[in-house]
Nanobody, 117 residues
């Protein structure tokens, strides 16, 4: 299974973007879906995560600005990003974890988000 992330781009500070991540095929047994990001010369960090019962979790710096959601029928996860700041500039990766006969941990290829000041 491959995850295809899209929606990144260049936006001015204060603007918005919506990221999407869809799998190449049907995924069973999803436990959680999430977004991570990695800025140049920094470690990859969690942005937001949503688990199978709909509970969400956000990194502190994203609370109130970012919203994660999912379409269970499409196994697609979204990240609505508002009030973007230059420090949000990074490559954003989607992630899907679960268990179906065996544990799995899928990563998307990343989508670049650049916020200009």
């Amino acid at each position: 299974v491959q995850l295809q992330a899209s929606g990144g781009g260049l936006v001015q500070a204060g603007g918005s973007l919506r990221l999407s991540c869809a799998p190449s095929g049907r995924i069973f047994g999803i436990v959680s879906m999430g977004w991570y990001r990695q800025a140049p010369e920094k470690q990859r960090e969690l942005v937001a995560r949503i688990i199978s019962n709909g509970t969400t979790a956000y990194a502190d710096s994203m609370k109130g600005r970012f919203t994660i959601s999912r379409d269970n029928a499409k196994n697609t996860v979204y990240l609505q990003m508002n009030s973007l700041k230059p420090e949000d500039t990074a490559v954003y990766y989607c992630n899907v974890r679960g268990y179906y006969y065996r544990a799995y941990d899928y990563w998307g290829q990343g989508t670049q988000v650049t916020v200009s000041s």
